[in-house]
């Protein structure tokens, strides 16, 4: 059974930084796709960075490049989405998900895939 477990989430300062993490239980994210999703109050799921691990390459949202940064640490079976120059509209619930089969093509879309934590809630004061 694939569980992910997400922490690091709270509440910041607009301009200040926060580290999640999520850690697979179940299956390992070598050649896998791990996904950070966020869901800002009253808006829909979007994509916000993604490590695809068949090719090695880490994509981000429009939103967010040049302020956060996604990486892994193999070992642990876990992924970090480092946000940095936080703003107010990054205030959401940020979701981790997994996915062992999909296609670079299906990278941004949340209903691709099949395994999702629970949810950590960042909140930016401005």
């Known amino acids: 059974q694939v569980q992910l477990q997400e922490s690091g989430g709270g509440l910041v300062q607009a301009g200040g930084s926060l580290r999640l993490s999520c850690t697979v239980s179940?299956?390992?994210?070598?050649?896998?796709?791990v996904a950070w999703f966020r869901q800002p109050p009253g808006k829909e799921r979007e994509f916000v960075a993604a490590l695809f691990r068949n090719n090695g390459r880490t994509y981000l949202a429009d939103s967010v490049k040049g302020r956060f940064a996604m990486n892994a640490d193999n070992p642990k079976n876990t992924v970090f989405l480092q946000m940095n120059s936080l703003e107010s509209e990054d205030t959401a619930v940020y979701y981790c998900a997994f996915d062992q089969r999909l296609i670079l093509s299906s990278l941004r879309l949340p209903t691709e895939y099949d395994h999702w934590g629970q949810g950590t809630q960042v909140t930016v004061s401005s």
């Open positions: 179940g299956r390992t994210i070598r050649n896998s796709a």
